[in-house]
């Protein structure tokens, strides 16, 4: 294993060894780690001290089901913190084949140029690009694989990464040529200041996945792909219906933010359901389920397509659906998809533009409800880069600043998700403090508060929430730096041998001696990293905070956000 390091104002790379203390890190603990030793926390996100770093999974590679996740860091130039954003894909896969512990990309060129990196078995070659300037992601990725064959790993930014707005993400290729996206806290914004336009990559006749104990490292293989397939929620609920089951679910609950955040429950959620865009997928020979990368047994993804049955988006998720549908009260299935295959193309994310959406409607700039207005914005402002749509291509935040609307609905300048924290209050905790802004998969409480998994604690009381909160964020920093999906945490989080066949495989791997106690202390030193960076960068207690407005009930359970600031500083008492 190896580090690869670019410099862009000098365009040379060099191959370095691994330390010995990240040779067990890898993800997001190694691109935390990285970003927390080598980044000053008061430098600009856009600057020269700023450095972006891509790691593969602890696990990534190998036979290990859904462990095929690529990290990638920064300083935000959303939440001004360090940031750490996962996605699906075949980057992370042909990274770790090649034997690349890390890619860090350092400093930004001296003139005006653009660049693309080819990475491979001899090291990383730079190279200028004029070509596929301008380009949305689903050209740029057509184009490479038509270049350099199927086989090809891309990693690339759209116009929104190119015009640096704070709300860019990084699109990863995934098996079936569509798009994946590292998608929160503005990323994208940084690979656009190093003027890097693509990275790609090729795996051939690379040094292979080394595993110290093959024997040990199959048998745990195979009880944690069992354990997988064998839960009820990763081994049925999502492979037919994706993460969009969960508008019913939330919407039951009360839980599913409508209108940006006033009412808990969607008069349009039988229209947008997973129920309903598993019936519309299978109507229009679309493909209900599918893996965003080699090795996912869970399959949650999808291929949706137009009412002329041909390609329109795929991967549609949960959070993209509610953000442009309930959160804006949409109730077209079909325009919210064209929104999230523009979205896709020009290379921005979907929870965080749904946000800023909602900000608009407040704004005035469109009604409520009007889909075509947010197609709109999209094509004419963002697309292009005017002065709104660079106004609302810097998020939620950035917009409700310019036109004075106070119900915004961020943490740390990073949109709310998909679950309203009145109603869901365990969620709501890692809202406010998680170091990552507001980010539902950093502490992922409806697994207990919602779907009765890993325990039941109630969501609409406080009871249990810190505790729950705290144990869910130190949970998955560690297995979001083994590489795996967040949503292997279902099996792992109700079977003991799922749990400890993690372990094992990473013993076996390593030849590592991690112990259960030891795999939590991984996830605690990857927060104290994180949040100590945040506190050297500038980040109070107040930073840990939701809107003031969560303090209004929330129908139909009418509850509010009761949770005083003492209360959410014990979440980091370990």
């Known amino acids: 294993m190896k580090i690869y390091r670019v410099n862009m104002s000098k365009l040379t790379f060099v191959a ?3 330390p010995d203390e990240w040779k067990v890190l890898g993800g997001r603990g190694l691109t935390s780690e990285i970003v927390a030793k080598e980044v000053e926390p008061t430098s600009h996100p856009l600057g020269r001290k700023n450095k972006l770093v891509f790691a593969p999974g602890l ?17 935000s130039p959303l939440t001004g913190g360090i940031k750490e954003s996962n996605s699906g894909g075949t980057a992370a896969q042909r990274l770790a084949k090649l034997g690349v512990k890390a890619l860090i990309i350092e400093d ?12 491979n078995k001899d090291g990383v070659e730079i190279k200028e690009e004029t070509e596929l300037l301008g380009k949305g992601n689903y050209e740029v990725i057509h184009t490479l694989t038509s270049r350099y064959g199927e086989n090809t790993g891309v990693i ?11 709300a860019a993400n990084i699109s990863v290729k995934d098996p079936k040529g569509h798009i994946r996206s590292l998608g929160r806290g503005g990323l994208g914004a940084v690979m656009g200041s190093k003027r890097i336009k693509f990275i790609t990559l090729d795996d051939n006749d690379g040094e292979g996945i080394k595993i110290q104990d093959k024997e040990k490292f199959k048998n745990a293989a195979q009880i944690f792909n069992k354990g997988l397939l064998s839960h009820p929620v990763s081994g049925d609920a999502l492979p037919k219906y994706g993460t969009n089951v969960l508008v019913n679910i939330l919407n039951e609950a009360g839980g599913l933010p409508t209108k940006n955040f006033r009412i808990g429950q969607f008069d349009g959620a039988e229209k947008i359901c997973g129920e309903t865009m598993y019936d519309t997928i299978m109507s229009r020979d679309g493909d209900p389920t599918h893996g965003c990368h080699v090795g996912c047994v869970i399959r949650c993804s999808q291929t949706y397509n137009d009412k002329d049955k041909k390609y329109l988006t795929s991967g549609f998720e949960y959070e993209t659906i509610w ?21 896709d193309d020009i290379g921005i994310d979907t929870i965080e533009t749904a946000g800023t959406m909602m900000v608009a409607m407040e704004a005035g700039l469109i009604p409520w409800g009007d889909g075509n207005g947010i197609l709109k914005l999209f094509k004419e402002e963002i697309k292009k880069g005017t002065p709104l749509g660079r106004i609302l291509g810097n998020g939620a935040d950035f ?51 919602v779907l009765n998994v ?14 729950l909160s705290r144990n869910l964020q130190i949970a998955t920093a560690s297995i979001d730096s083994a590489g ?40 605690r030193n990857i927060l104290k990293t994180e949040r100590a960076f945040n506190e050297a960068a500038g980040f109070t207690k107040k930073d840990d905070r939701l809107p003031e407005f969560f303090s209004e009930p929330v129908p139909p359970h009418n509850v509010t956000w009761d949770f005083t600031g003492e209360e959410l500083d014990k979440v980091f008492e370990f």
């Open 484 to 523: 795996l999906c967040i949503f292997t945490a279902f099996a792992i989080l109700d079977y003991e041998p799922v749990s400890h066949a993690l372990i094992d495989m990473i013993n076996a791997q390593y030849g590592a001696k991690l112990s259960v106690d030891d795999w939590f202390d991984l996830g």
């Open 323 to 343: 953000g442009f549908g309930a959160g804006c009260t949409v109730d077209d299935l079909d325009i919210i998809a064209h929104v999230d295959q523009i979205c």
């Open 59 to 75: 696990l990534t590679g190998t036979m290990a089901a859904n462990a095929g996740r690529l990290s990638a860091g920064a300083k």
């Open 108 to 119: 930004i060129p001296e003139g005006d140029q653009w660049y693309c990196l080819h990475v």
């Open 399 to 449: 917009t409700g600043q310019a036109f004075g609307v106070t119900r915004v609905p961020t943490v740390k300048h990073q949109s709310i998700p998909a679950y309203d924290p009145r109603a869901v209050k365990g969620i709501g905790v890692t809202y406010a403090t998680t170091p990552m802004g507001a980010d539902h998969t950093a502490g992922y409480s409806v697994t207990s508060n």
């Open 16 to 18: 370095e060894e691994v």
């Open 156 to 166: 690339t930014i759209g116009q929104a990464g190119e015009y640096k707005m704070s």
């Open 454 to 467: 890993g325990g039941k604690i109630d969501p609409l009381a406080k009871e249990g929430q810190i505790e």
